[in-house]
């Protein structure tokens, strides 16, 4: 490719919106626009990458014995009525009429419409296992799309569902699943662990989560030091609290019509039952499979979806709890399919008051306690804690090693569902004596696109981004000097270029008339691993200079020892 044909778009300065460094790089390094709020563009160098997080994942699945399909992004109402989940998804769901009012869905995950196939086409075990795959887009109206590609609306998932006559032929497909999951993210250079997930609203199954350890992750991974544990904390290993069942529109109402003002005033109105010093509050709903979960943030200010640690001076702004702006709803029921219904909210000296179906807690003004109330007074109060302050530094479940903490972005999670869609959509197939049996079932997510930005917030240094080898947008770049004066450059980079691309290296040739210092910039915020200049100096000695984006180092080569290199 030459940049002259190209679409390079770096930029020099830094977007004041981006929060988080790989946001901010791939705005810089020309990877991705946002159209609107959590929809992106893919620019050229953005979706090099991309599809090459795809092929890599594409490759292992097929490697496990997953088989591609496609799937359609709309999907009908009425499949997700069969299933209960158009009432459970709640506001992350986005709802649409075709011209004929009949209600659909952008598809936020695909259960419904894979058991709808798996019905229709699977009839006898003899067809079991079946592992079926799609990279697709995916639509979730997240409450607070945020960090670009990280958390969007739109975005890209591998996800693959896979089918079983009983229980061991399904542990045997997530063992494997599991596996190839490793080999995709070691495949990338990407520093991750495999951690224990919730299986809350599911209950009992079994769960994995792939986090990709950052400190900009939004997850935190409980983990043993010198052990093999490893869990996010929304996992219920410790008696985390656990929350009545209520009836959600119902109690939403309640919610909204309290006379108190302030929290003090709230609080004073019910019985302050729990004190623990605490970072973050963790509500979870019951395992009911059923649970709805309603949970209204109340804060003093306008931005109530900012649900992070930040100074809000509630004290200043009293609550008041009648307008729509100051109430939020955070999320009318877990989004998706396959976890718990929990809400984690950071309290790190913020002064804030959760609300949720039928108590509410909050935070005193310094963000070091917590209170919580009994919103209907004859329910069990539920039980709060701060699992990183009972665990951290000590002995973990299963007895090895010592807990410590880390911050992960969710890369990827496995899932056994057992018959939870099956079951709703009468999805059933022959057993070996001819008698009807529900399809027991695995599902298994990659965030595609999440992977790009995860990969830059462990690949990066102040100039830009560091590719891993084996996601990068282009391998090599030519940079030339002054090549639209010296001939002889012009003649050696192209030679250069062409062996380099008929042997199917991925070559960037930088032929723009730019100043040198511009290139090498531009290459090093963009990342590319090889770089090789050609100038009239070198030349003269037989020798070009290569130099290396993650160590640094500049040696210098002749044309043939370049060309060695990477054929
Ligand atoms: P999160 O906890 O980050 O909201 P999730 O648990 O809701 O993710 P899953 O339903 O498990 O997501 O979907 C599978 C994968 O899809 C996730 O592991 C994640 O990598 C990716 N993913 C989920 N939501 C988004 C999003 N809004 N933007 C980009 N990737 C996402
Ligand atoms: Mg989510
Ligand atoms: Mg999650
Ligand atoms: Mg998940």
């Known amino acids: 490719m030459r940049t002259s044909h190209y679409l390079l778009s770096t930029l020099k300065e830094t977007p004041s919106d981006a929060e988080i460094v790989s946001h901010q790089l791939m705005l810089r390094a020309g990877m991705v626009r946002r159209l609107a709020s959590g929809l992106y563009t893919w620019l050229p160098t953005g979706l090099?990458?991309?599809?090459?997080?795809?092929?890599?994942?594409?490759?292992?699945?097929?490697?496990?014995?997953?088989?591609?399909?496609?799937?359609?992004?709309?999907?009908?109402?009425?499949?997700?009525?069969?299933?209960?989940?158009?009432?459970?998804?709640?506001?992350?769901?986005?709802?649409?009429?075709?011209?004929?009012?009949?209600?659909?869905?952008?598809?936020?995950?695909?259960?419904?419409?894979?058991?709808?196939?798996?019905?229709?086409e699977i009839a006898s075990y003899k067809q079991l296992p079946l592992n079926l795959y799609q990279v697709q887009t995916k639509f979730r109206d997240e409450v607070r799309p945020r960090f670009g590609v990280m958390r969007a609306r739109e975005f890209l998932m591998?996800?693959?569902?896979?089918?079983?006559?009983?229980?061991?032929?399904?542990?045997?497909?997530?063992?494997?699943?599991?596996?190839?999951?490793?080999?995709?993210?070691?495949?990338?250079?990407?520093?991750?662990?495999?951690?224990?997930?919730?299986?809350?609203?599911?209950?009992?199954?079994?769960?994995?989560?792939?986090?990709?350890?950052?400190?900009?992750g939004?997850?935190?991974?409980?983990?043993?030091?010198?052990?093999?544990y490893a869990a996010n904390i929304e996992r219920a290993e410790a008696p985390l609290p656990t929350h009545t069942r209520a009836n959600a529109a119902a109690d939403m109402h309640k919610v909204a019509t309290p006379n108190a003002k302030t929290i003090?005033?709230?609080?004073?109105?019910?019985?302050?039952?729990?004190?623990?010093?605490?970072?973050?509050?963790?509500?979870?709903?019951?395992?009911?499979?059923?649970?709805?979960?309603?949970?209204?943030?109340?804060?003093?200010?306008?931005?109530?979806?900012?649900?992070?640690a930040e100074k809000h001076p509630l004290v200043a702004a009293p609550l008041e709890f009648a307008t729509d702006e100051q109430i939020k709803t955070v999320t009318g029921a877990y989004p998706g399919s396959l976890g718990p219904v929990a809400l984690e909210i950071p309290v790190i000296a913020d002064h804030w008051v959760a609300v949720m179906s039928d108590f509410a807690a909050g935070a005193n003004e310094d963000g070091q306690h917590l209170f919580g109330i009994n919103w209907e007074r004859d329910l069990p109060l539920p039980e709060t804690m701060d699992l990183r302050n009972i665990l951290e530094g000590e002995q973990s479940p299963d007895g090895n090693g010592t807990i410590a903490m880390a911050r992960g972005i969710e890369v990827g999670h496995i899932f056994q569902l057992g018959t939870k869609y099956s079951e709703a959509?009468?999805?059933?197939?022959?057993?070996?004596?001819?008698?009807?049996?529900?399809?027991?079932?695995?599902?298994?997510?990659?965030?595609?696109?999440?992977?790009?930005?995860?990969?830059?917030?462990?690949?990066?240094?102040?100039?830009?981004?560091?590719?891993?080898?084996?996601?990068?947008?282009?391998?090599?770049?030519?940079?030339?000097?002054?090549?639209?004066?010296?001939?002889?450059?012009?003649?050696?980079?192209?030679?250069?270029?062409?062996?380099?691309?008929?042997?199917?290296?991925?070559?960037?040739?930088?032929?723009?008339?730019?100043?040198?210092?511009?290139?090498?910039?531009?290459?090093?915020?963009?990342?590319?691993?090889?770089?090789?200049?050609?100038?009239?100096?070198?030349?003269?000695?037989?020798?070009?200079?290569?130099?290396?984006?993650?160590?640094?180092?500049?040696?210098?080569?002749?044309?043939?020892?370049?060309?060695?290199?990477?054929?």
């Open 48 to 120: 090099r990458v991309l599809r090459k997080v795809e092929a890599i994942v594409r490759e292992e699945m097929n490697r496990a014995g997953a088989v591609e399909t496609l799937m359609p992004l709309v999907q009908p109402g009425d499949l997700w009525h069969e299933t209960e989940r158009w009432d459970q998804f709640g506001p992350e769901l986005l709802r649409i009429k075709d011209r004929h009012h009949r209600e659909f869905v952008l598809g936020p995950t695909h259960e419904e419409v894979i058991t709808e196939l798996a019905r229709k």
């Open 218 to 228: 939004e997850d935190l991974i409980a983990y043993a030091d010198g052990g093999d």
């Open 425 to 567: 959509m009468n999805a059933t197939v022959l057993d070996e004596n001819g008698k009807a049996q529900t399809l027991t079932m695995g599902c298994y997510g990659v965030g595609v696109s999440r992977i790009v930005a995860a990969a830059i917030e462990q690949n990066h240094d102040d100039r830009g981004i560091i590719w891993p080898q084996a996601i990068a947008p282009f391998s090599v770049v030519i940079i030339p000097m002054n090549m639209h004066k010296s001939e002889r450059v012009q003649q050696a980079a192209n030679d250069l270029y062409d062996s380099l691309t008929a042997a199917g290296v991925e070559v960037l040739f930088d032929d723009r008339k730019e100043r040198p210092g511009v290139m090498f910039n531009d290459m090093e915020l963009i990342g590319i691993p090889h770089t090789v200049v050609i100038g009239d100096r070198s030349l003269e000695k037989g020798v070009v200079e290569y130099k290396n984006r993650q160590d640094g180092n500049k040696v210098e080569m002749s044309l043939d020892e370049v060309i060695a290199k990477f054929i």
């Open 264 to 308: 003090d005033e709230l609080v004073s109105q019910f019985d302050v039952a729990i004190e623990h010093t605490i970072k973050t509050l963790i509500v979870k709903a019951s395992d009911d499979a059923d649970a709805e979960f309603v949970a209204l943030l109340v804060r003093g200010d306008h931005e109530l979806n900012e649900v992070k």
């Open 158 to 216: 591998k996800d693959a569902y896979s089918f079983h006559i009983n229980q061991d032929c399904m542990d045997k497909t997530y063992q494997t699943m599991f596996d190839a999951y490793c080999r995709i993210f070691e495949r990338m250079d990407l520093e991750f662990r495999p951690v224990l997930a919730d299986s809350g609203s599911i209950g009992g199954s079994l769960s994995h989560e792939f986090h990709v350890l950052a400190q900009s």
